[in-house]
């Protein structure tokens, strides 16, 4: 397809607005997906992705429209609209010259909206703002629309209405996306550049690279090189999605697709990575992205320890289409042996738990998030602490932690009720504006420790599901953070330690100290529990010794769901972990830390 007859676009929205059925729709409408193959959520292929209902994997698309007589080639990227993702979203939209901004009429714009529009016009993309789901008896079209006019300029009549339920709309919006968005430009003669935006395992395929081309032409069976590492490869396939890999002959200026050459890592295929052939390669790079790095690291566990081989092997499956995991081998006294994971933000955490759950079969336990501590120590070295375990006891001189700049939108009557709980986790006020009437954004400069602590649920809750939360990365700041170690008859349990701000390591250190209490057996012997800031005993409780009348069997707490996992072993195969001299069983250690 000559370039003039392309267009690439992708839509950004705010989560659950309707991208993924917007898409649907599109495949439909343009008879790319025939009636009879349409299933919900065509491009979300993840099974979690569905059962969730959210976009993870970005996907390029390619479908046929007709508009004045010519046939055009229309490229859609769809984008994953959750904060941890935001990176997945970044590479999307340098691959494209257009957005589609779209928002749900009967909500209006939300944080994501915003985060998204302005990584949308950094890229200097033509916007088309869309309002979706007019069918909702809900919706407020008018209102709205002015509220998008009010932000990315232009009259409320340039605002288009969709339903990607119904359909209604959505042809218009094909003909918008032909009209307004500009067409590629590239040199067709120059030596090939094509842009690595998406890179993804396949068990069938190997790696499929998804890319975007600038300059030149990609050939079949070419041989081509990675700029950055100057490795080769021969491609053996080249195509175009449109959804179902189809081979082509070759890719030109502005077209999008996907290379296959065999490699077996996703990490061969870099995203952000410059394709240019072997022979007559081009000699500078396309301008590339950084890589996204890690905010929050946890432990995994297999709950059984025989699962150790297991968990490695599933994690190296998971990192082979997930360059931005990272996991090492880690011990704990507690838990034995597992891995130290580095996450892009919670929503990743759980969803790579969950799959290591749900598509291995694995039993884990996953200790409490936390961020990236730099403790200064008073010889003046720097050490980076991801798990508590490594704070230099007793050598501090000063401890910095990760910052982020929040932006939460919610209707004006809850401001009162989430600002306290923004100070509530050391926020400090950056501003406050009002959107429409009724709707207000709060900006507020916050520890990443203390959103990465049940923020978001708490937010979620005390605004009836009303406000949403968007966040990015704000530098380090020195904090008055403490590490509180939590003690078993004077043995220090690795696992609960936590770097905590001072003000809130009584509270701490207090609400472990009783939960183990409550689900740590009765031995023959009195058991003191204690939690401390160095040497400094902050919190304590006693385990009472056994009364010889007193049957062993006397687990106090709710350890219900855990205890199904345990039926699985024998009675008196019970797993017991010597802390010191106390006996205590693995799912005391495993209930204390899940917390419930
Ligand atoms: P995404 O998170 O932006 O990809 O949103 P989805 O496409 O998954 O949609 C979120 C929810 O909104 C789903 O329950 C959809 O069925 C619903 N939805 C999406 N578009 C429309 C629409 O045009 N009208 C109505 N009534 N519901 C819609
Ligand atoms: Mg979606």
């Known amino acids: 397809t000559p370039a003039t007859q392309i267009r690439n676009f992708c839509i950004i929205a705010h989560i659950d607005h309707g991208k993924s059925t917007l898409a649907d729709r599109m495949l439909q409408v343009t008879g790319s997906v025939a009636d009879r193959d349409m299933r919900a959520q065509y491009l979300d292929r993840m099974d979690i992705e569905r059962e969730r209902g959210i976009t993870i994997k970005s996907q390029a698309v390619r479908m046929p429209w007709s508009a004045d007589g010519e046939t055009f080639a229309l490229n859609m990227i769809d984008t994953p609209g959750h904060v941890d993702f935001t990176y997945e979203v970044s590479r999307s939209l340098a691959a494209c010259e257009g957005a589609i901004l779209l928002v749900d009429a009967a909500q209006g714009i939300e944080a994501q909206t915003l985060a998204n529009l302005y990584l949308a016009l950094e890229n200097d993309l033509h916007i088309i703002p869309v309002l979706n789901k007019i069918d909702l008896p809900a919706a407020d079209p008018e209102k709205f629309a002015k509220e998008l006019a009010d932000l990315i300029g232009g009259s409320p009549d340039d605002v288009l209405r969709v339903s990607g339920k119904t359909g209604v709309g959505v042809e218009e919006l094909l003909d918008r996306i032909v009209q307004d968005i500009p067409a590629p430009v590239g040199d067709p003669d120059a030596p090939a550049r094509a842009m690595i935006f998406d890179s993804v395992y396949d068990s069938y395929r190997g790696v499929v690279t998804y890319v975007r081309m600038v300059d030149g032409k990609l050939n079949p069976r070419e041989r081509i090189q990675m700029m950055s590492t100057r490795a080769m490869h021969d491609l053996l396939e080249i195509g175009v999605s449109s959804p179902e890999p189809i081979p082509s002959n070759g890719l030109g200026v ?239 349990v690795d696992a609960f330690s936590a770097i905590v701000h001072r003000e809130k390591a009584y509270a701490y250190g207090t609400m472990m100290a009783e939960r183990l209490r409550k689900l740590i057996p009765r031995q023959n012997f009195e058991v003191p529990i204690q939690a401390a800031i160095g040497a400094r005993i902050i919190a304590r409780e006693t385990i009472r010794a056994l009364r010889k009348d007193v049957l062993a069997k006397c687990y106090g707490g709710d350890i219900s769901r855990k205890r199904k996992l345990l039926e699985k072993q024998k009675e008196g195969k019970k797993r017991m972990k010597m802390v010191g001299r106390v006996e205590v069983p693995q799912e005391a250690f495993i209930a204390a830390l899940s917390g419930d």
């Open 254 to 492: 502005g077209e999008v697709g996907y290379l296959i050459t065999g490699v077996k890592d996703v990490r061969q295929s870099k995203v952000g990575d410059t394709v240019t052939t072997a022979r007559g390669a081009a000699t500078e790079a396309l301008a590339g992205y950084t890589d996204p790095k890690p905010m929050v690291f946890s432990g995994i566990y297999p709950i059984d320890g025989s699962d150790y081989a297991d968990l490695r092997e599933a994690l190296d499956k998971l990192k082979l289409s997930d360059a931005s995991l990272q996991y090492e081998p880690e011990t704990s006294v507690a838990l034995g042996f597992g891995f130290r994971c580095g996450f892009l933000g919670l929503l990743h955490l759980e969803i790579i738990t969950e799959r290591l759950s749900r598509e291995f079969g694995l039993d884990l336990i996953t200790t409490a998030p936390s961020v990236i501590y730099e403790v200064l120590t008073d010889t003046g070295e720097t050490v980076i602490v991801t798990n508590p375990s490594e704070y230099p006891d007793g050598r501090v001189a000063s401890v910095s932690e990760p910052m982020v700049k929040t932006a939460i939108l919610l209707p004006k009557d809850y401001v009162g009720t989430v600002m306290e709980l923004c100070q509530s986790r050391r926020g400090a006020l950056l501003g406050m504006e009002y959107f429409s009437e009724e709707r207000v954004e709060l900006r507020y400069r916050m520890p990443l420790g203390e959103i990465v602590f049940d923020f978001f649920d708490q937010l979620k809750s005390k605004t009836q599901g009303y406000a949403s939360l968007d966040y990015e990365p704000d530098g380090q700041q020195e904090g008055d953070l403490v590490k509180v170690d939590v003690l078993l008859q004077g043995d220090k």
